[in-house]
T-cell receptor
Framework: GQNIDQPTEMTATEGAIVQINCTYQ??????LFWYQQHAGEAPTFLSY????GLEEKGRFSSFLSRSKGYSYLLLKELQMKDSASYLC?????????????FGRGTSLIVHP | SQTIHQWPATLVQPVGSPLSLECTVE??????LYWYRQAAGRGLQLLFY??????ISSEVPQNLSASRPQDRQFILSSKKLLLSDSGFYLC????????????FGPGTRLTVT
């Protein structure tokens, strides 16, 4: 299985930049995902990394280093609506099931 | 485009009563389907997944069961609910096992009283 670790909570100021880290341990890495989940709602897909490097999508970017078992989600020009939980998920293909395992999520609070 | 539906949105059920939650996907064929539960302040726990009609894999022992009677329909059931079954139930689909991500339905908030 996978062991996924991400901070429980972070706070940041509107307009700033925040980096949410995720570390993982897996024997058959097959992709890393980031999701955003607002309170009381379902998670929505943000990004997918399978190769090392940075994937940029508007204000959000996601980075992966497979050798370090490390990823981060970078949020720029923070807005109040970015206050949400951010879930890191890792897919492992070693058992043949290719089911992502989710971390507990990082609750981001953006204040004025 | 693909859409995923879940119902009901909220449900309050007494202990010992049965449960049936339904999930349907539109706009895709032969999706992988998943049922997750999220307890308050907890992460997503995978309950069941299915790669095809009638094919169900269970991740955790529990008093819940799942069925996939049609390609794009996934049902979560219980014969007798427990208090510990309360939570936010999410259905998700992916295009394939190694696809780019899972896409979640709106969820069902279940409270067992």
């Amino acid at each position: 299985g996978q062991n996924i670790d991400q901070p429980t909570e972070m706070t940041a100021t509107e307009g700033a930049i925040v980096q949410i880290n995720c570390t993982y341990q897996t024997s058959g890495f097959n992709g890393l995902f980031w999701y955003q989940q607002h309170a009381g709602e379902a998670p929505t897909f943000l990004s997918y990394n399978v190769l090392d490097g940075l994937e940029e999508k508007g204000r959000f970017s996601s980075f992966l280093s497979r050798s370090k078992g490390y990823s981060y989600l970078l949020l720029k020009e923070l807005q109040m609506k970015d206050s949400a939980s951010y879930l890191c998920a890792v897919r492992d293909g070693s058992g043949g099931s290719y089911i992502p395992t989710f971390g507990r999520g990082t609750s981001l609070i953006v204040h004025p | 485009s693909q859409t995923i539906h879940q119902w009901p949105a909220t449900l309050v059920q007494p202990v010992g009563s049965p449960l049936s939650l339904e999930c349907t996907v539109e706009g895709t064929s032969n999706p992988n389907l998943y049922w997750y539960r999220q307890a308050a302040g907890r992460g997503l726990q995978l309950l069941f997944y299915s790669v095809g009609i009638g094919q169900i894999s269970s991740e955790v022992p529990q008093n819940l069961s799942a069925s996939r009677p049609q390609d794009r329909q996934f049902i979560l059931s219980s014969k007798k609910l427990l208090l510990s079954d309360s939570g936010f139930y999410l259905c998700a689909w992916s295009a394939a096992a190694t696809g780019r991500g899972q896409y979640f339905g709106p969820g069902t908030r279940l409270t067992v009283t």
